[in-house]
């Protein structure tokens, strides 16, 4: 019974921490920590609203620029992976989503040196490429390194759907 409870609670977990939260969160720290990055680099680097101003160049970070995506995705697989303590849940999760922020950060930088010291149009293609192939991968390249770390040998979803199949007698 354990199990079945557990499970609900995992269900749930999305539905509690939603989108939309994980959403204002990320781009609430992306927004600044971009902002202050930017000044190590140019000390007139300023903050109107969402709009960055740096070197004369103006960048507006929408929510997309924060990748709130990747990190729902991250929770997802983590509490749709059967046998994942919480302990280790939350630890998944915190440094999944920390080398998420990390590795974002440093692409928005470098989009916004690009766009300022090159053309749009070599911005416009990186900014592509990271959104089309890059991203797809980070959150499958950061699930299998931190499933290598913390020794994860449940499959997400498919863990729990093979336990409940076997548990409904079908294979007797």
Wanted: glycine fraction near 2%.
């Amino acid at each position: 019974m354990n199990y079945y409870r557990n499970l609900i609670f995992r269900i749930l977990i999305p539905f509690i921490i939603s989108y939309e939260i994980i959403q204002e969160i990320a781009l609430y720290l992306t927004i600044n920590a971009t902002h202050l990055t930017l000044k190590f680099f140019n000390p007139n680097t300023f903050l109107i609203g969402d709009f960055l101003s740096f070197n004369e160049t103006y960048i507006k970070l929408i929510p997309a620029c924060a990748a709130a995506s990747a990190y729902f995705l991250l929770l997802f697989l983590t509490v749709f992976t059967k046998d994942i303590k919480l302990k280790t849940g939350l630890k998944i999760f915190f440094l999944g989503s920390l080398i998420i922020f990390i590795t974002n950060l440093l692409r928005i930088i470098l989009l916004v040196i690009v766009l300022d010291k090159f053309s749009y149009n070599l911005f416009n293609t990186l900014h592509l490429f990271f959104w089309s192939i890059i991203a797809s991968a980070l959150v499958a390249i950061i699930w299998i390194f931190l499933t290598k770390l913390y020794r994860i040998r449940s499959i997400p979803v498919y863990s729990d759907l093979k336990y409940l199949i076997k548990k409904t007698n079908l294979y007797k």
